[in-house]
């Protein structure tokens, strides 16, 4: 089952799916799942005695009704029960029901003995996309609980226990950018260019790395996988299994050193679709605050998720949350990069934007033609970057390519402007290795595609 907007569909491979139950997405809907939203309704569990605790019954009444959705929501996924239209009156809500009858079209003309779709039989990306959306419908459908966020404490404990790391990064971008390297006010000369390359190749990397912290590969167990010390960096370098840095290298100097790239307002511009809160997005933040304060951009796009998503994901006020609790730290270095960033939002240099097409069910291929505005909006950027294993599994179609094939050829047309893609991976599909490299990994580490301790960096400027 196929469900494909381009033209030629029968180009790609199949997609992931929960139906081939030697699959990591039969092991994480039967399993990983079920544990996420047994944590919801812990989370929700303890804050029905919060409200009972301090008299507001409704408001506890309101909880317990969405726990018990919850429990009935866990229930049809586990016993893979037909999906069902969203009810809620969400923005989104259409291009939800609109692809779940496309989907249901396409299996009955494609299957043999035409099943309504179900969660183990539809697309895994798909199913894990549409749990999160059904557990947005259940919060929007209550009468207290429309915005509150079940994962926030998670995020915030998250970005809480990496403290050692984040202060240690904050002196480390200090370090980096108080000499003469691009600093802010640019009256310095600038450093040569191999200093200016390996500090962006560190930022790069932490970035690269932050992405092992999500909180949905572990249900939202916190995992002590910190990045204290730069020094770390060397030794996962070896496992980044395909790396494209040199070419983001060079287009980044190419920037610089021409003015064809600049807007009419002589702004050059680059997007990050962030992943997940916590150390990661710090990180994506320093990295930013470095492509600024060097003079390779001075505009910087941040597309947030507009719902709790995936656990960790960024969202709206996760990433001013951050933006505050950098400022009001006590460390002197991280608290002026957190009053520096806020100043940014401020005066427009940050800016983060919302799209609902990041939490819809479509992969980046179907963008140009289910959300033509957004790509033509990232068309106005100089490099995008993409980053964790969602982001990478959209970008790629979540299918089952062959390992050779080429990042480019993965992404099916998808391009809107220079992008990349900074992701570990947490999921079993990968694309770009060279011949034989999957092999020689199946040997070192059987799980080598699933446990984060493997890395890619690819980049694609245009097709
Ligand atoms: O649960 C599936 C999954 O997409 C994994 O592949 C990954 O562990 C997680 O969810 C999301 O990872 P990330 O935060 O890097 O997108
Ligand atoms: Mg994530």
């Known amino acids: 089952m196929v469900l494909d907007t381009q033209q030629n569909k029968n180009e790609r491979p199949e997609p992931l799916s929960g139906k081939h139950k030697n699959s990591f997405a039969y092991l994480t809907i039967r399993d990983r799942l079920p544990d996420i939203l047994t944590k919801i309704i812990d989370r929700f569990v303890k804050l029905a005695s919060k409200e009972l605790s301090v008299g507001n019954n409704e408001e506890a009444e309101d909880s317990k009704a969405v726990i018990s959705k919850l429990s009935k929501l866990k229930n049809e996924m586990q016993t893979d029960k037909p999906l069902v239209t969203l009810d809620d009156n969400w923005y989104d809500v259409r291009v939800w029901n609109e692809f779940l009858s496309k989907v249901s079209e396409n299996m009955a003309s494609n299957d043999t003995i035409a099943l309504p779709p179900s969660w183990f039989s539809v697309p895994w990306l798909y199913c894990e996309c549409y749990l999160y959306r059904r557990v947005f419908e259940i919060l929007q459908l209550s009468n207290f609980h429309m915005s509150f966020d079940p994962f926030f404490e998670q995020k915030s404990n998250a970005f809480h226990s990496s403290s050692e790391a984040i202060q240690n990064l904050a002196s480390n971008l200090a370090a980096m950018t108080t000499d003469n390297s691009g600093s802010h006010n640019g009256d310095n000369e600038s450093p040569p260019e191999d200093i200016l390359r390996t500090r962006f190749e560190i930022l790069l990397e932490y970035c690269l790395w932050g992405n092992k912290c999500d909180l949905s590969i572990s249900a939202g167990r916190q995992v002590d996988n910190q990045l204290r010390e730069s020094s770390q960096l060397k030794d996962l370098s070896k496992n980044i299994l395909s790396n494209h840095t040199e070419s983001i290298w060079e287009l980044l100097c190419h920037i610089k050193s021409s003015d064809s790239f600049k807007s009419e307002n002589g702004v050059v511009r680059f997007d990050f679709v962030l992943d997940n809160s916590g150390f990661e997005l710090y990180t994506d933040l320093c990295l930013a605050e470095y492509l600024i304060r060097a003079n390779y951009c001075q505009l910087v796009y941040f597309h947030v998720k507009s719902i709790p998503w995936f656990v960790s994901d960024v969202t709206k006020d996760d990433f001013h949350w951050t933006l505050e609790q950098c400022a009001s730290s006590d460390n002197a270095f991280l608290s002026q990069l957190g009053h520096t960033w806020k100043k940014r939002v401020d005066d427009g240099n940050f800016v983060v934007i919302e799209n609902t097409f990041w939490t819809s069910p479509y992969d980046y291929a179907a963008m140009r033609t289910v959300n033509h505005e957004l790509y033509r909006f990232l068309a106005g950027s100089q490099l995008v970057i993409f980053k964790g294993d969602l982001n990478y599994?959209?970008?790629?179609?979540?299918?089952?390519?062959?390992?050779?094939?080429?990042?480019?050829?993965?992404?099916?047309?998808?391009?809107?402007?220079?992008?990349?893609?900074?992701?570990?991976?947490?999921?079993?599909?990968?694309?770009?290795?060279?011949?034989?490299?999957?092999?020689?990994?199946d040997k070192q580490q059987k799980n080598w595609m699933v446990c984060g301790d493997f890395a890619v960096v690819q980049f694609c400027h245009s097709l």
């Open 393 to 441: 599994r959209k970008l790629i179609g979540d299918r089952n390519w062959s390992h050779c094939t080429p990042f480019s050829e993965a992404l099916h047309g998808f391009c809107p402007a220079a992008l990349c893609s900074l992701r570990t991976l947490k999921a079993d599909l990968v694309v770009g290795l060279e011949k034989g490299q999957s092999e020689a990994l």
